[in-house]
């Protein structure tokens, strides 16, 4: 890599990719262009840039996608219904490709010829970034300072920065790390690591203790077309403008913490806490317009294939063919999902209690009433369920001859 003369960095403007930055520049002799992308991380975004030209960067670019990675990341997975191992509903997973897609688009700009990213070598990230930048450029260099370098944690970066004169913030030492965009918050490590340690009290930045929630009930009413959220209470909105305020409801209300032990790809077993108040309205809401609107076996045949979908956006792989593919599917059976539900919030629970389509509904009263009706002959389930036991009274009748 030590002919690399031009990189886009992945800038953060915290500890590591503050230090990262000089330490290429010192390492390679190369100019370093930091790169921020906006996906809705907050108040690092405004600062990142001054941070960067004071370390040495020789441009700094930040680049709002918070409009993308909503519409074109977020909804899709919603879609989807990804939720990797039960829980997670992929915040960070999603936001990597989309960061990953700005930085090559910053490569191509400015002609450089390699990135750098801040991931440590234990953990998801790195392969997230890097195979999304070979997807789009088989022959990108990649800096890794992580696995390359000879400081060992925190302590050894802060000297560092000191020792070079590097700005970073007077902040006291998190017994945590977070990561942040506008679909959630995620947190792990420090005091984390122990799965028997509850999370530290104040933690929580997008929700207030479900406990603490307020003693009251707010309902909301979710329009979907297509298998995307259109609406809330009637109000048409952009897709950022809808999970923004569906963050803030369900901040309110303490509504999608989550705290799992998770497999890491690259073999370990982490855990991982979460806050996606926003998402994982959507999730109920969006699967209760799926029960009215979605034949059976479509719904079976898309539920066996949520998973393998969610693990290919957690591994890193949502730029590869299998990935695309299953999009595809995924979009197809969402045409009919048209129609709203609605959701009631109260300390930490999202309680579907209605749903509606009047286009493309499937429930049909006159069928399922347990009145009379002319509609079906409950006699026909006299043979229906003589087939079905065909294999199952076979069976029997092998075993008990057999005298087992």
Known sequence: MSDSRMVVLAYSGGLDTSVILRWIIE?????????TCDVGQGEEVAQAEEK???????????????????????????????VYESYYLLGTSLARPVISKGMMEAVEAT??????????????????????????????????????????????????????????PVTPDKPYSMDANLLHISYE????????????????????????????????????????????????????EILTTLNDVGGHHGIGR???????????KSRGVYETPGGTILHHAHRAVESL????EVTH????????????????????????????FMDEIQKPVNGEARVTLYKGNVIVDGRRSDSHSLYDEATVTFEADDVYDQGDATGFIRLQSLRLRTFAEKRLGEGE
């Not at 104040?202 to 979710?222: H, K, N, Q, Y």
């Open 111 to 168: 002609g450089a010829d390699a990135i750098a990213h801040g991931a440590t070598g234990k953990g998801n990230d790195q392969v997230r970034f890097e195979l999304a930048a070979f997807a789009m450029d088989p022959g990108i260099k990649v800096i890794a300072p992580w696995r390359e370098w000879d400081l060992q944690g925190r302590a050894d970066c802060v000297a560092y920065a000191e020792t070079h004169g590097i700005p970073i």
């Open 52 to 82: 960067a030209l004071a370390t040495g960067a020789s441009r700094a670019i930040v680049d709002d996608r918070r409009a993308e990675f909503v519409s074109d990341f977020v909804f899709p997975a919603i879609r989807a219904n990804a």
């Open 27 to 35: 390492q390679y002799g190369a100019e370093v262009i930091a790169y």
């Open 189 to 240: 490590g420090g005091v984390l690591e122990d799965p028997w340690e509850a999370p530290p009290k104040g933690m929580f930045r997008m929700t207030v203790d479900p406990w603490e929630a307020p003693d009251m009930l707010e309902t909301l009413s979710i329009e979907f077309e297509h298998g995307n959220a259109v609406a809330v209470n009637g109000a048409r909105m952009s897709p950022v």
């Open 293 to 296: 609107t979605l034949d059976r």
């Open 258 to 268: 989550v705290d799992i032990v998770e497999n890491r790809f690259v073999g370990m």
């Open 301 to 328: 045949l898309r539920d066996e294939l949520s998973p393998r979908y969610a693990e290919m956006v957690y591994n890193g792989f949502w730029f590869s063919p299998e990935r695309e593919a299953l999009q595809q």
